[in-house]
């Protein structure tokens, strides 16, 4: 069964950084691209960021780049989001998310980790 | 980027009705097309994926069909359970785009 669960989310000030993490079982990790997708409250949902099985190839939305970094760590089958220069519109629920395969669907989502961006 | 505009926003329906909702990119994106469901609180579920296959495990009064720049989802014999927000999202080139959503609610 695949499980994703995400952690690192919190209450951080504008300006500040945050990493949140993404612990991925159930599937050979390294096989697949990962996404992170975000969610402000009472939004939609707003993709952000790939990165592909090998960690050679990532892709941004155009309103993160410059401020996240997607990383994986497949030894450990953990996804990463490194946010840095955080703005209040930052703040969502970020979900971890499997992808079927390069430039596929998503086909699992982790239950998500609430960034709250606020003085 | 390709953009998705997904309508009704909302839509007010009972149970045992017909609901169809509709997905628009801005250029054609062959099938590279997937429809999700979410309740309040949770996680996106994964409905249909390739804009009109079937997810394993869903209720096959759930269907998706389109290619090119129309999509369809289309919900016959709604139950309780499909009352929820749905999203489709393109996979055809990055970014990835979601459509805005369609909240269908009980009449």
């Known amino acids: 069964e695949v499980q994703l669960l995400e952690s690192g989310g919190g209450l951080v000030q504008p300006g500040g950084s945050l990493r949140l993490s993404c612990a991925a079982s159930g599937f050979t990790f390294r096989y697949y691209a990962m996404s992170w997708v975000r969610q402000a409250p009472g939004k939609g949902l707003e993709w952000v960021s790939v990165?592909?099985?090998?960690?050679?190839?990532?892709y941004y939305v155009d309103s993160v780049k410059g401020r996240f970094t997607i990383s994986r760590d497949n030894s450990k089958n953990t996804l990463y989001l490194q946010m840095n220069s955080l703005r209040a519109e930052d703040t969502a629920v970020y979900y971890c998310?499997?992808?079927?395969?390069?430039?596929?669907?998503?086909?699992?989502w982790g239950q998500g980790t609430l960034v709250t961006v606020s003085s | 980027d390709i953009q998705m505009t997904q309508s009704p926003s909302s839509l007010s329906a009972s149970v045992g009705d017909r609901v169809t909702i509709t997905c628009r990119a801005s250029?054609?994106?062959?099938?590279?097309l997937g429809w999700y469901q979410q309740k309040p609180g949770k996680a996106p579920k994964r409905l249909i994926y390739?804009?009109?296959s079937l997810q394993s495990g869903v209720p096959s009064r759930f269907s998706g069909s389109g290619s090119g720049t129309e999509f369809t989802l289309t919900i016959n014999s709604l139950q309780p359970e499909d009352f929820a927000t749905y999203y489709c999202l393109q996979h055809n080139s990055y970014p990835r785009t979601f459509g805005q959503g369609t909240k269908v609610e009980i009449k």
């Open positions: 390739a804009a009109s």
């Open positions: 998310a499997k992808d079927r395969e390069w430039l596929a669907e998503i086909d699992y």
């Open positions: 990165m592909s099985g090998s960690g050679g190839q990532t």
């Open positions: 250029q054609g994106i062959r099938n590279d």
